[in-house]
């Protein structure tokens, strides 16, 4: 499986939005709503920010969302702060217990 | 307190095999698959593999199928990952992640185990 294509770097001032696409394929994005995104900062593991597209985990801050059209899932990040700062990658079930992640993308709040 | 402590680091020269485990607390453990992911030093995360924490069931990626083997231990409530032939582009932090059941989404992380290789 190909990694899911997610731009390298996306910046915003604070208080704007940005969003972060993950384009697959049918055989992963199209086909299942799990698709799921992770923040991780410099050193530090991977924190689930979002799962089945859309759902946030308690304790994620409602200024992160999640949609899916197609073969192309989004993380919006409203309202940017300077602690969004950090890596973000989004990761499809791909069937038979197999998984893809995104390349992953580069957040930078000016 | 809910959480995955992985083992320490190693430096392993080529060709060696390494053996990285994951510890599991706080939590039922045979209720939770496992998945392992690498991140190479600057790179993306890579999944590597599924491991059922109930029967240890497994699925590889292509990539590492024939050099990789995940097992786990039910009485310790731990899983572990071995990689053998190792090159040195398998320098990399390994980290073990929990399935979130329905929903796919890896929830819970160890902390990371950087694997050096290296003559």
């Known amino acids: 499986q190909s990694a899911l294509t997610q731009p390298a770097s996306v910046s915003g001032s604070p208080g704007q939005s940005i969003t972060i696409s993950c384009t697959g394929t049918?055989?992963?994005?199209?086909?299942?709503?799990?698709v799921s995104w992770y923040q991780q900062h410099p050193g530090k593991a991977p924190k689930l920010m979002i799962s089945?597209?859309?759902k946030r985990p308690s304790g994620v801050s409602n200024r992160f969302s999640g949609s899916k059209s197609g073969n192309t899932a989004s993380l919006t990040i409203s309202g940017l702060q300077a602690e969004d700062e950090a890596d973000y990658y989004c990761?499809?079930?791909?069937?038979?217990?197999?998984?893809?992640f995104g390349t992953g993308t580069k957040v930078t709040v000016l | 307190q809910v959480q995955l402590v992985q083992s320490g680091g190693e430096v392993k020269k080529p060709g060696a095999s390494v053996k990285v485990s994951c510890e599991a607390s706080?939590?039922?453990?045979?209720?939770?698959?496992i998945s392992w992911v690498r991140q190479a030093p600057g790179l993306g995360l890579e999944w590597m593999g599924w491991?059922?924490?109930?029967?240890?069931?497994?699925n590889y990626a292509q990539k590492f199928q024939g050099r990789v083997t995940m097992t786990t231990d039910t009485p310790t409530s731990t899983a572990y990952m071995e990689l053998r032939s190792l090159r040195s582009d398998d320098t990399a932090v390994y980290y073990c992640?929990?399935?979130?059941?329905?929903?796919?989404?890896?929830?819970?992380w160890g902390q990371g185990t950087m694997v050096t290789v290296s003559s």
């Open positions: 992640a929990r399935i979130q059941p329905n929903t796919d989404a890896f929830d819970l």
């Open positions: 706080g939590y039922t453990f045979t209720s939770y698959g």
């Open positions: 491991l059922s924490s109930y029967n240890g069931n497994t």
């Open positions: 049918s055989s992963n994005v199209g086909s299942y709503d799990l």
């Open positions: 089945e597209g859309n």
């Open positions: 990761c499809s079930y791909a069937g038979s217990s197999t998984y893809v």
